[in-house]
């Protein structure tokens, strides 16, 4: 027995000796290359023409990794931010952009175009390129028409032509399948189950989708005609002859030059009188980082599902709003005595009910302290998503942001019969009454019913009432526009869910006004939610230089090695204390 606990004590020794190995060789890597990142600077030429392929759908945002951008995939506001530091860097001389097949929405163009326009404000270029607008829709083409020049392919089709949707309806197959959907609505507007419930589009949800698609294409072909300076019923006619090829769009005036992409882009390059092409990624990378430890503004970038409790993302970024993360970024921000303002960027569709109450509490509480909150809404601020702005001192929204969507929804479908059908049985037990209300197997009996339409009632009727002391609006003015129906940006403002039309930098605006911060020039953020733990230490020993910056890439690539990846992951972990249970809440999706 001696003898055993004598070789499990080496084992456990050799275990810590090599984890604490494994850490010191990351400090001494952090010096390394930090101390190369002092001899060499930002690593960036100094004249370029900046690049960016805007060909892939893009998130409006994403958590940050403890070790900077690494490889995460370019999103909205990494290009909002980018190009307005860019428009001040003397070394940008203009930037090359491939669009076309990235179906970019209404409204992340509106406010990428808003970017490139305030870009251009400075004296510098754009120049579009597209081998083809491959979608019906507008984003794409939103999005090219506010560079200087379009340049497109020869013979390359050009098929945006206007806004539109679809649904598929399950409704038909189950009643085949004998399977049960019951889901509770509150109300009519509030169609996300509907593919579940009916065979096609309710009278409401139809009423309220023509109404979306008539303001985005609206709003889309006046944009583009501002930005082309063409006369908007113009555009509209080209638009209605699309599918078209290049030449056509030329024709038109959609358009200004035929060539390929390397024509363009040598064009672009010999424009800015430079060689250098720089990818917007890495000039991302190579920029000093936007927090800085004296900024007066507060950025939280809220991007995703809303769920319970602490982001299950890893280490290189989460796609969900995390209740606990962001109420405690927003909490954080609170206590900072810097921080004047905080500017709130949410792009959500909705989610879990007690997490979106948990992070509008921390809302409030940041107002009650004197902290004025501004949203900025992205994409969609819908259900979940509008739940945590109502409160916010302002909220700005793009024209085309899908907002509103006020309302609830909860259920289940249960397939007891339709496993029956192919020979599988299903049987369940439970003791207390509702133990297995949730099961997939029966249906509600009629007390469990009742029951979940009570709380439906409930949850409902807190959320407008919420609404409508957010809002300042009298209570029987949000039922009327609540319902469950998402309204775009503009119908928004008409109906008081939104304060003011713009994108990121009128929220900027907003903020510094009412946290009577002097407006003009950069901005500095401090970012939340902050990195934790040993890296972030380390990061905020090199706060703001280029030498961490470039300490920081250098750990990124380290992330991609397994064994480190899964001794990082090990080590957040074990700074957890707690065990976590989860039930299903009602969602607000």
């Known amino acids: 027995m001696v003898a055993f606990l004598h070789w499990a004590g080496s084992i456990a020794k050799g275990t810590l000796n090599g984890i604490a190995s494994f850490v010191l060789f990351l400090i001494l890597l952090f010096v390394v290359l930090s101390a190369v990142g002092m001899m060499r600077g930002d690593g960036l030429p100094g004249d370029m023409v900046l690049t960016a392929d805007l060909r892939s759908p893009m998130p409006d945002s994403m958590s940050r990794s ?193 060539g390929y992409d390397d024509d363009a882009k040598d064009y672009a390059l010999k424009h800015g009188g430079t060689k250098h092409a720089v990818n917007i990624t890495k000039y991302v990378s190579a920029m000093d980082d936007e927090t800085q430890p004296n900024a007066h503004i507060a950025l939280i970038t809220a991007s995703g599902e809303i769920v319970d409790g602490k982001s299950g993302g890893g280490i290189g970024g989460s796609t969900n709003i995390a209740g606990d993360d962001y109420a405690n970024a927003i909490r954080t921000a609170t206590k900072d005595p810097q921080v004047k303002a905080i500017v709130l960027r949410v792009d959500s569709p909705g989610g879990s009910v007690s997490a979106s109450d948990q992070i509008l509490d921390a809302v409030k509480k940041a107002q009650a302290a004197g902290k004025p909150v501004v949203v900025s809404m992205g994409a969609v601020a819908a259900s979940g998503g509008y739940y945590i702005s109502a409160s916010a001192n302002k909220i700005v929204a793009e024209p085309g942001t899908i907002t509103g969507s006020i309302g609830v929804l909860t259920g289940k479908v249960s397939f007891g019969k339709s496993l029956g059908l192919i020979g599988v049985g299903a049987d369940e037990m439970g003791v207390g009454k509702n133990a297995r209300m949730g099961s997939t197997i029966s249906p509600y009996t009629e007390d469990q019913w009742a029951n979940l339409n009570h709380q439906a009632d409930v949850i409902y009727a807190d959320f407008t009432q919420k609404v409508a002391a957010g809002r300042k609006l009298p209570l029987a003015q949000v039922q009327q526009i609540a319902k469950g129906r998402v309204w775009s940006g503009a119908d928004a403002k008409a109906k008081g869910l939104v304060d003011q039309i713009g994108g990121f930098w009128t929220a900027v605006a907003d903020a510094q006004k009412l946290a009577g911060l002097p407006q003009g020039g950069p901005v500095a953020f401090k970012r939340y939610p902050e990195p934790k733990g040993f890296f972030a230490m380390l990061g905020a020993a090199f706060n703001g230089t280029a030498a961490g910056v470039h300490a920081m890439q250098g750990l990124a690539a380290i992330e991609n090695i397994p064994v480190a990846r899964a001794l990082i992951e090990a080590a957040a972990v074990s700074q957890r204390s707690d065990l976590e249970l989860r039930a299903t809440n009602l969602p607000i999706n």
């Open 66 to 258: 403890p070790f900077g951008i690494g490889d995460k995939p370019l999103n909205v506001m990494d290009m909002v931010l980018a190009l307005d530091k860019a428009g001040r860097d003397s070394r940008v001389k203009g930037m090359f952009i491939r669009v076309g097949s990235g179906d970019i929405s209404i409204p992340q163009a509106q406010e990428l175009s808003a970017a490139i326009h305030r870009f251009r404000d400075t004296g510098k270029f754009v120049i579009a390129h597209s081998q083809g607008f491959l979608s019906a829709g507008l984003g794409d083409y939103l999005t090219a028409a506010s560079a200087s020049e379009i340049w497109m392919q020869p013979q390359a089709p050009f098929s945006a032509a206007g806004t539109g949707s679809g649904a598929i309806f399950l409704r038909g197959l189950f009643d085949k399948v004998q399977a049960v959907p019951q889901i509770a609505k509150r109300a009519d507007y509030k169609s996300a189950a509907d593919m579940f419930m009916e065979k096609d589009y309710t009278a409401a949800d139809r009423e309220q989708m023509n109404a979306l698609l008539q303001s985005w294409y609206d709003t889309a072909s006046s944009g583009a005609a501002s930005s082309r300076k063409l006369n908007v019923k113009a555009v509209m006619a080209a638009f209605d002859a699309s599918p078209q090829f290049s030449e056509d769009a030329k024709a038109k005036g959609l358009i200004d030059k035929i």
